[in-house]
């Protein structure tokens, strides 16, 4: 299965907003999860399962500690699942 | 050192109550309170979609409903105190919580998807949710206590057990103010299999159609210094006086049914006292509220005896504090508490036999409060008027 870049930056977006009772028009790809919005790590495993939902994908084994914005987490789905080509 | 303790704030989360006028209030109205809550247990439950708003939905979703009518209570104690925690040393302030059952809400519905979808499933916040010190921690996290705090668990003693020990620190100096209480949720399949059990292994083997009933809820109080209280102007409810437990050989799943229990815990505290009022353990389990009332029979013959907590089943880890509240509320208004006669709901266990008209209008100088605990466990607290 393919999924897109976007596609991914939107499940990643809505799974924080989610979990944190939050506008998902506040959270960007940049915003610090932990000194922005206070992400402790309980809920950082909470995004992490309703991300693995959302994508039918497994995240096991990832490094917590590197996680510290919405790109990162990006980064690392990326590459565990096939991410279309963009259209030229 | 030894201080005065008093009393300056209560809150309260119950069925159909979520103010001390409506506690009042709702004592005095007659039944039924009580529904079946399963084919063989009766008793009230909250309703979750009165209290829905009450807290963030970040914070609330990670809770188990004990620790969100803890942290309720616990504001509404707070506010009704009037007490600014930003103007006192937060050092010297702690939680005390009484609990017996934990987080099983949370835990249950946890357990169904960890058996029916898998272990991914499960919300990482059921580490957190589901035991007995969560309603301490989250009160201290959220309003930055950083006094000594502790849980117990005793049964239905255990918050007359957490007020007893926060009163017990203010008195020796070691805190100044302290928010203590009690939480419990009983309304899970669970909870309600096991007392089915407790109330079998009590001689009810059919607890529905015993006076054997179940609430839940939390009750909390902020007991101060009476000098802290004095300098700050706050009005005091009533003074805590004296607390004793002692403890009976007897199975785990058993309460003690020697009265000579519950008469020296009573002895111990009233001294050559006399209360004026009782609110006894009351479990709605014959044979041990036929040892009470023995014990009642020897040590208070003749003082009305009041049963509140029919009106809405025994909240078990909160009912101490509720029954701490239910005096404080006689001795501040001096009145007694308007329950309705047994027979109605059975909220009045003898105050119609031993109770007279000349007793209601007697001032209130003291109110005794009694607690049992499975295993042989029982404490006797005594409160007093504070002018």
Known sequence: MTTSQERIETVVIDAIATSLSADPATINADTQLEDDLGVDSTELIGIIVEIEKALSISLKGLDYAKLKTPADLVAVITKVVRVEEPVA | ?387
């Open chain 2, 1 to 387: 050192m030894t201080r005065d303790v008093v009393i300056t704030g209560m809150g309260v989360v119950l069925p159909k109550t979520r103010s001390l006028d409506a506690l009042w209030h709702h004592v005095g109205t007659p039944g039924p309170h009580v529904e079946r809550l399963s084919s063989r247990i009766a008793g009230s439950r909250i309703d979750e979609s009165a209290i829905a708003e009450a807290l963030p939905p970040r914070l609330s979703r990670k809770l188990d409903a004990f620790t969100r009518y803890a942290l309720i209570a616990t504001q509404s104690a707070i506010e009704d105190a009037a007490l600014a925690l930003d103007g006192i040393d937060r050092e010297r302030c702690g939680a005390f919580v009484g609990n017996c059952f934990g987080g099983w809400r949370f835990t249950e519905r946890e357990l169904r998807h960890l058996h029916g979808i898998g272990p991914r499933a499960v919300s990482p916040f059921q580490a957190t949710s589901w035991f007995p010190a969560a309603p301490q921690g989250q009160i201290t996290i959220v309003h930055g206590l950083k006094g000594f705090s502790k849980t117990y668990m005793a049964d239905r003693m255990s918050s007359l057990v957490s007020v007893a020990s926060a009163a017990s620190l203010i008195r020796r100096g070691q805190l100044d103010v302290a928010i203590a209480g009690g939480a419990e949720s009983t309304n899970t399949d669970f909870v309600r299999a096991a007392l089915e059990r407790i109330a079998a292994a009590n001689g009810e083997p059919d607890p529905a159609e015993s006076g054997f009933q179940v609430s839940e809820g939390a009750v909390f109080l902020v007991l101060e210094d009476a000098g802290h209280a004095r300098a700050r102007g706050a009005r005091v409810y009533a003074g805590l006086r004296s607390f004793a437990m002692r403890n009976a050989p007897s199975r785990p799943d058993q309460y003690a049914v020697d009265p000579r229990v519950l008469e020296g815990t009573m002895r111990r505290v009233l001294g050559n006292l006399k209360a004026d009022i009782v609110l006894p353990d009351a479990s709605g389990l014959a044979r041990v509220d036929a040892c009470e009332q023995a014990a009642l029979d020897t040590v208070c013959p003749g003082v009305p005896a009041l049963r509140p907590k029919g009106a809405y089943g025994h909240a078990f880890g909160a009912e101490g504090a509720l029954d701490v509240v239910f005096a404080s509320l006689m001795l501040h208004r001096q009145q007694r508490l308007p329950t309705v006669p047994s027979g109605d709901d059975g909220a009045d266990l003898s105050s119609a036999r031993s109770g007279t008209a000349r007793d209601a209008r007697q001032a209130i100088e003291r109110i005794l409060i009694n607690a049992c605990a499975m295993g042989g466990g029982a404490g006797s607290l005594l409160l007093t008027k504070e002018s």
